[in-house]
């Protein structure tokens, strides 16, 4: 590799993608994640019931999810500002396309199809850009460029909540579409190609599948998946019946949010210095520990502290995540292979929720559903446990650019 090409990787052009990938996480996560604000007016105007009205969410997730080994691939092969670019415009129309729709099963194909593409095309092509144009400080990077998420989170609900009372939930909707799709545009049209690129080396998907890293870290990111969404859905239901008020109840999915961003961008800072793969083993270990906690709370600050240390364990999950898979399996077809992990996301977040809610109807306690995620987090962190033995060293310059075993 030329000086030249080196000379590239952790420059200020690179911090310009980290830019990019912040602004579209921040725009597509903080309108998919203000869903909640929508949820009763569209449960009224719609006559469903809770679950039907819900679907429209978990759909929406599962499909992102699903489609991140397509965005990935076509990231890799036609370039990343394409597919985001795309994104945006399918983004904006499903949104619009919702505004005007009578019939909640139209809902679910206009804003699952909508949103989860919008946002499958903005997630994988993103964080592998970043993840390709750093070596030294590539965790750092991603922790940045991810904290997005935790800052559209706590950002774009309140803003949503505002519009909702002014204009009605079809006309934010209609806002939403039109300022999200300019924003992702935006970003698209700021990244690049990172120097090395997937088409300048073979790339063996079905063979890292097969490798028992890639397994490993299929099954944790399943099993966390079923514990993450348990609290965005039942958590403000749950601190009422303790006696907390509505906005009080409320404001504790914001802390989540927040408390993301510091852990997004504390562990992912950490990571360069102590190493990816043991920290973000520690971050399961917070997760599963903050289900610990809830499981016991029954008090308001209890519960915040549950927030706090749940919120630090998921932005460190989500940070570390992408630079754990270089470290292990190089950058080139970064993208590709993000996407195809990631689909243990859907999958999990289709389980969890609706699983925790059987649990409540059949017990008609919270705590035995709080008990059931606690379980799949600490599995999770179990399954992690391999990692220590399967992988190599923490990434050198060497390991950062390229796949293991990769001769180049």
């Not at 210095?273 to 499981?295: D, E, H, K, P």
Request: proline share 4%; net charge positive.
């Amino acid at each position: 590799m030329s000086d030249g090409i080196l000379a590239e990787f952790d420059s200020p052009r690179a911090w310009r993608m980290v830019a990019a990938a912040f602004l579209s996480m921040f725009t597509t996560y903080g309108i998919a994640y203000s869903f909640g604000a929508f949820f009763k007016p569209m449960l009224n105007e719609f006559g469903a019931n809770l679950a039907g009205t819900a679907v429209v969410f978990s759909l929406t997730v599962f499909l992102w999810s699903m489609l991140g080994p397509l965005s990935g691939h076509l990231s890799d092969r036609l370039g990343p500002r394409r597919v985001m670019i795309g994104g945006a415009i399918v983004f904006g129309a499903g949104l619009i396309v919702t505004a005007h729709v009578h019939r909640l099963w139209l809902a679910y194909l206009s804003y699952g199809a909508g949103v989860g593409v919008g946002v499958a095309c903005s997630y994988v092509p993103a964080v592998s850009v970043v993840g390709g144009w750093f070596m030294r400080r590539r965790t750092m990077a991603l922790g940045v460029a991810v904290a997005g998420i935790g800052c559209g989170t706590v950002c774009v609900a309140p803003i949503a909540a505002a519009l909702i009372d002014r204009f009605g939930w079809r006309t934010t909707y209609e806002i939403f579409g039109l300022v999200g799709t300019v924003m992702i545009i935006a970003a698209g049209a700021m990244v690049e190609r990172a120097p090395v690129h997937a088409e300048a080396s073979q790339f063996d998907l079905r063979s890292m599948i097969a490798t028992p890293a890639f397994g490993w870290l299929y099954i944790s990111t399943m099993l966390i998946s079923v514990a993450l969404f348990v609290p965005f859905v039942y958590l403000p239901a749950f601190a009422r019946g303790e006696g907390a008020s509505r906005i009080a109840a409320a404001v504790l999915v914001s802390l989540i949010g927040g408390s993301s961003v510091a852990g997004r961008l504390g562990l992912g800072a950490l990571g360069d210095r102590v190493g990816v793969v043991r920290l973000y083993q520690l971050s399961f270990v917070a997760l599963a520990l903050s289900y610990g906690i809830w499981l016991v709370a029954h008090s308001y600050g209890t519960l915040v502290i549950f927030t706090i240390v749940m919120g630090t364990g998921y932005g460190g999950y989500v940070a570390l995540g992408p630079a754990v898979a270089a470290h292990i399996f190089g950058t080139r077809r970064l993208g590709t292979m993000l996407g195809t992990l990631y689909t243990s996301n859907g999958l999990g977040a289709l389980v969890g929720p609706p699983l925790a809610g059987m649990i409540i109807d059949r017990t008609g306690s919270y705590r035995w559903a709080i008990a059931f995620a606690f379980a799949a987090a600490g599995l999770s962190f179990a399954a992690l446990v391999p990692l220590t033995r399967l992988v190599p060293a923490e990434a050198s310059t060497a390991s950062a650019v390229a796949p293991v075993g990769d001769p180049t």
